[in-house]
């Protein structure tokens, strides 16, 4: 049997009424297992509840029912080993501007009770690139670089779960691909990832499995594999050899549209249509192709789909 690093079941979480506003209810029941050893996306728009359920994880938001465990320690039952248990680089860069890298590091290793003579300062500080900034100051480190330190004190106590909260928003692509690099490193040596992210193309090629969360409920968790096989949705795109100067041909259950580039789009479903019916029709109509391809939904189908309260099967991206 799998082991799961997180089990949560019946999280709810209600923050109280401050002033004018009333109580919101954030969290309305949420059920979800996290195998471990995964890569796991966290996807919701904005407002769905996605900080409000890593932030419990963190033990930063108390919860107000259900009950949480990790790496098989419950939250309620073992606080101090559920804590030990997870690392989690937040979205805010809260730094400590009077510490030097290295000295934040060792603040937050010995918060975790690190023994010294375990402490892994050296190697993180050269994992997160930041061996030559160790004695600078995070205030005079970069975005970046504090992005970066931020992950290294989400390590100092080698966790078994790392979670990442938006880790690259706003970040350029080298150090976005340096986060992943290491997120895959980490992970090829067993940790388990949950990462919330909204670059969906993102979470679409690191996550094994996503669950989406809207309105405080968990609409669903699947492989994203599978997510990506929810959509019936497909459109086959030709570039006609000639530019086209009759009407376009009418084939049931097909929609076509002409792109900027000239290309003809035909979105249909793969329960009703073939691409051989359409190009059949496209011989019939003496409109010879010069090239045709494919293209599937993707994950921000999936995601708008689902958000959207529209069923699978729905609607296909005017992908262009
Ligand atoms: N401290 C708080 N007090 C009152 N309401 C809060 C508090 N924190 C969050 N909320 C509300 O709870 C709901 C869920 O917020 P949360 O920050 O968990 O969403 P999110 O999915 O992380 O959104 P985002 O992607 O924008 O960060 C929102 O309606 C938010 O306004």
Redesign the pocket.
Known sequence: MTRNAIEITGLR?T??A?GN?P?????KGIDLSIPAGSIFGLL????????????ILAGL?LKSAGNVKIWGFDQDVNPRQSRASIGVMP?ELNMDPFFTARGSLDVQAGLYGVPKSQRKTNEILEMIGLTDKADAYARALSGGMRRRLLLGKALVHSPQVLVL??PTAGVDIELRQMLWRNVRRLNEQGMTIIL?T?YLEEAQEMCDEIAI?NH?ELIVRDTTEALLGRLDAKTLVITPEQDLTGPLPDIPDVEVSTRADGSLAFDYRKSDTSPRRILDALYQAGISIDDVKTEEPDLEDVFLALTHGAHTGGTAKAAG
């Open positions: 979480k923050y109280a401050q506003q109580p919101k209810e954030a969290l919701g728009p904005n407002g769905a509840g996605k900080s409000t359920l890593i932030n938001v979205q909260d938006e919330t909204h969360i405080g």
